[in-house]
């Protein structure tokens, strides 16, 4: 029945209210905590970074089929199996065999019990292949092998990407996957893309070693250079301590001498092997490497047994920032390169606004003035409700501080249309009613009755497109499937609880007036 308790006329008042004050918080700032909120404006509107990466995965296959060799000897030492002649190759390992072990050989790399198939129980297939051929083998990755690596390469990358752009502060960025070897980054009002370019383009894989004169040093040696390119020092292979042994790092200044360092802490692990390092290393010069390059390399004067130390190096603040913030975040493991970049102004954003803003008028316009034409008073309430619609819908948004796009207005303005042409349905079922209905109290409440299942499956189809593309689509696919799916819930409140309540108060003032519509 066209009834409304004074409590729902409250409820759905108040409702309407809190909403208003919820989109007017977004030009007018208030004092409340509950009306501090914003809706963040995404890419396309308030400029910002856009970055393509790709995963360089050569460097990740190299060095697991490089660890897999160490299994691989170790394996058939146990085993009693001779193997000769290993040797990495071309993204494979080669090793060679008696023939009396061939078969022992071949049998191992197919048992699916074997350490050398720690792969097999979880995905039912081999991460290696392995090619006999008189008595060489060669062994590299299977094509499930290479999927799976790509895929735990580029989760693990997504992870410290996300780690390291959120320490930035940026703004509700986007982080999506692409493939199985790139990820999309959006960085909307993002100041300085030189520096995310930078921190991101880093791999951070942190290392202590030890200097050294020995060129045969049993470990193994190498030359480095410094971050300066000028001079280079020759150190160990051997690695006292990762970057994994890392709890935290922050920059700070050094009150004895005054200049910019980088603080660590170590875990209990790292600890007890630095604290051994430095107690047998006095005197010795320990290198700190950074993607191969080295930092700084002091000279350890005393055992250093509490955990923590420092990095120096000349560093600028913001550079100590950074580096702590690369070292907090984790090393990537696979180098991450640059495919595309694209930077959008925030003229140009402001320029979408404008034209998405002014897109939205417009057609309001011309729907508030035909529906008020066409309906007359009614057309009034239905445009009242529209309006509310709105305030409601940005409100939602401004809630959960949701991404504004481009896409976002375009549902917003379809969320108009929706909405009116609910109305329209209503309207047009009570003009058929009231051809058979002298009172006009049975007439609207037949009209509204009798077309809800129309309205309700429009809506709820449109529902369900907004779904699969919010959760199957990414980027602007999104921000319209959000607005839009929102949308959908508000024009149902403005129709059947703002629309209807103001439908009511006219009704029963003019129940006996003919010609009401």
Request: avoid cysteine; proline fraction near 3%.
């Amino acid at each position: 029945m066209l009834y409304f308790s004074k409590l729902r006329i409250i409820l759905v008042t108040l409702v309407s209210l809190f909403f208003v004050l919820l989109t007017i918080s977004n030009f007018i700032k208030f004092e409340s905590n509950y009306l501090n909120k914003r809706i963040n404006l995404g890419l396309d509107l308030q400029g910002g970074s856009y970055l393509l990466l790709e995963i360089d995965n050569s460097p990740v296959i190299e060095q697991k089929l490089q660890n897999f060799s160490i299994t691989i000897r170790n394996f058939f030492k146990d085993k009693n199996i001779r193997i000769k002649n290993l040797k990495f190759l071309d993204e494979s390992i080669s090793f060679t065999t008696d023939q009396e072990y061939k078969d022992e050989v071949l049998n191992a790399f197919q048992d699916k019990e074997s350490v050398l198939n720690p792969y097999y129980p979880r995905f039912k297939s081999h991460q290696f292949n392995i090619q006999e051929e008189n008595n060489y083998f060669i062994v590299n990755y299977s094509k499930q092998g290479i999927v799976e690596l790509k895929t735990s390469s580029q989760d693990q990358a997504l992870e410290i990407v996300r780690r390291r752009v959120d320490e930035i502060g940026t703004n509700e960025p986007n982080i999506l996957k692409r493939g199985n070897d790139r990820i999309l980054v959006e960085l909307p009002g993002l100041d300085d893309p030189m520096r995310i370019k930078k921190l991101l383009g880093k791999t951070a894989n942190l290392t202590f070693r030890f200097v050294t004169n020995n060129t045969k040093d049993s470990f193994g040696a190498e030359k480095l250079k410094f971050e300066n390119d000028q001079e280079e020092a020759v150190v160990s292979k051997r690695i006292i301590l990762s970057g994994d042994n890392l709890l935290d790092a922050q920059p700070r200044m050094d009150s004895q001498t005054n200049e910019t360092v980088v603080s660590f802490t170590l875990d209990r692990v790292g600890a007890k092997r630095f604290g051994k390092a430095t107690s047998t290393g006095i005197g010795k010069q320990l290198a700190i490497v950074l993607d191969g390059k080295i930092i700084s390399a002091p000279v350890i004067r005393d055992t250093i047994a509490s955990g923590s130390g420092q990095i120096s190096g000349g560093f600028t603040f913001q550079s100590a920032t950074d580096l702590a913030l690369l070292l907090r975040s984790g090393a990537l493991p696979a180098p991450l390169n640059i495919i595309e970049e694209r930077t959008v102004g925030p003229d140009l954003g402001q320029d979408s606004i404008n034209a998405g803003i002014m897109a939205l008028i417009i057609g309001f316009i011309l729907v508030i003035t035909f529906i008020f034409v066409k309906y007359r008073i009614f057309g009034l309430i239905t445009n009242i409700a529209l309006i509310l619609n709105l305030f409601l819908l940005i409100g939602i948004l401004t809630i959960f501080e949701a991404t504004l796009t481009l896409p976002g207005i375009a549902g917003i303005i379809l969320t108009v249309g929706m909405a009116v042409d609910a109305n329209v349905l209503i309207f047009e079922r009570i003009k058929e009613e009231l051809k058979d209905e002298k009172n006009n109290l049975i007439a609207f409440d037949s009209g509204y009755t009798k077309s809800r299942t129309a309205i309700l499956d429009a809506n709820i189809t449109t529902l369900l497109a907004a779904m699969i593309l919010f959760f199957m689509g990414s980027g602007p696919i999104k921000g319209f499937s959000l607005t839009l799916g929102v949308g959908i819930f508000t024009t149902l409140f403005s129709v059947y609880f703002i629309a209807r309540l103001l439908t009511v108060i006219y009704i029963s003032k003019n129940k006996d007036k003919e010609g009401l519509i």
